[in-house]
């Protein structure tokens, strides 16, 4: 049975951010980090990239992510490089031409 929650703001506190499976401000602080395999769960280091590129756009940030250390022999790579470059996105400053069809 569903209850209501008294101290709405504390309960969020407590549970956490949807994304704090990883330390996204950690990561997005502007330094250098290199992510290994024991930092990652369940996930490739192609699958990471990609999401942390999300989370970096719904955050307002610009990152790079490289991967390296690949191995031939199983396809896989071995770590991941992780580095905001700037806090805003930059906007599209020239507008789009509508075309006539």
Not at 15 to 27: F, H, K, L, Q
Not at 41 to 70: M, N, P
Request: proline share 4%; glycine share 6%.
């Amino acid at each position: 049975m569903a209850v209501p929650i008294d101290d709405a703001a504390g309960a969020w506190r407590r549970i956490g951010n949807v994304n704090s499976r990883y330390p996204w401000d950690d990561w997005f602080d502007g330094q250098l980090w290199k992510i290994g395999p024991e930092d990652v769960t369940k996930a490739s280091f192609r699958d990471l990239s990609t999401y942390a590129l999300r989370v970096a756009r719904d955050r307002g940030v610009t990152i790079v992510t490289r991967r390296a250390e690949y191995d031939p022999a199983t396809g896989t790579y071995g770590c991941l490089y992780i580095q905001k470059t700037s806090d805003t996105r930059r906007r599209r400053t020239t507008k789009r031409k509508a075309h006539n069809a």
